[in-house]
């Protein structure tokens, strides 16, 4: 099977090219690098069915021979990142969602959305399953990655009624692991990041906001399913186990010696107040449930930064 992953090089992308690689694909990771490395992929880079392209899918997409399959996670995935490249993330939400789209039909291939749980924005109902439409602000500093994730879902259901094509969608809950970046933005590399540098451990709001963290092995196993499955609505994945943001912080914490205290600063607007998946379709349709648990993900996480924050020290 040859599949292209838009967004190859970054956070997920790069793990999803490598366990594509073990199951005997032939990939193509199409990235323009805007928000990731390609040394997320220098361990793919020399193998004989591994292939990279600089390429900017918002514009149009050139892949010579058969294609099976299309990937589509090119995006900005952080607050840091959509709030600095807001039209880049618009376009790559639409018009690269069309590119991505048009590649898979004119190869008759499948093809699989990269979706997100920002497309439930605030919820009013906790956890979130499929059958919610969300409760977003279009117009907030947020929305232009939750909209652009909407938009998508739309045209990708647009393209299975009108061509028949056959897509699959993914709404990724809150992911963590190796490879994500010191300067993400996110909650996670933020705490650990402040950690290392003896900064304090800044918690929006008072804390109390929940979410759920996924360990990124178990993501791409369960995205991988779903790439096998015959589902065409939306799927979610993501680690049910609510947690606090200021649990989390002190979760951390615990991981370093004469850790730095915790600070509190202004929630930002549009910040979800909870966001916890109801995973029981994908249980029921893809015999999936997470495997990692958060003392032993954040453990492997804290290590893969110490090194990282080494290297970058030493240069």
Not at 16 to 23: F, H, T
Request: with cysteine.
């Amino acid at each position: 099977m040859r599949v292209v992953v838009t967004g190859g090089a970054g956070f997920l992308g790069s793990h999803l090219c490598e366990r594509l690689i073990s199951e005997g694909c032939e990939v193509l990771a199409l990235d323009n690098l805007v928000t990731s490395t390609t040394r997320n992929l220098d361990h793919l880079l020399a193998h004989p069915r591994f292939r990279f392209a600089q390429a900017d899918v918002s514009r149009f997409i050139d892949v010579p021979g058969p294609v099976d399959f299309v990937l589509h996670f090119a995006s900005p995935a952080s607050p840091v990142d959509y709030a600095r490249l807001q039209i880049q993330t618009l376009k790559v939400g639409a018009l690269g969602t069309h590119n991505a789209l048009g590649l898979a039909l004119a190869k008759r291939a499948k093809f699989l959305l990269a979706s997100t749980s920002e497309c439930y924005g605030d919820p009013e109902i906790s956890p979130q399953d499929e059958e919610y439409w969300g409760r977003v602000n279009p117009i907030g500093p947020r929305g232009v990655y939750d909209e652009a994730k909407r938009f998508a879902e739309a045209m990708t259901m647009a393209y299975h009624r009108m061509h028949g094509l056959d897509t699959r969608i993914v709404r990724i809950f809150n992911t963590y692991g190796p490879r994500m970046r010191l300067n993400d933005g996110r909650a996670l590399p933020n705490f650990i990041y402040q950690a290392l540098t003896g900064q304090p451990i800044t918690v929006y709001g008072d804390g109390s906001q929940t979410r759920s963290f996924c360990y990124v092995s178990d993501l791409i196993e369960g995205i991988y399913r779903l790439v096998l499955s015959e589902e065409h609505a939306p799927v979610n994945i993501g680690n049910p186990q609510e947690i606090t943001i200021r649990e989390f912080a002190e979760r951390i914490r615990a991981l370093f010696e004469q850790a730095p205290p915790i600070v509190l600063k202004p929630l930002p607007q549009d910040d979800p107040l909870r966001r916890c998946p109801d995973i029981s379709k994908a249980k029921r349709l893809l015999g999936w449930s997470p495997k990692v648990g958060l003392d032993e993900g954040l453990q492997l996480t804290v290590a893969y930064f110490r090194q990282e924050f080494a290297r970058s020290t030493a240069n």
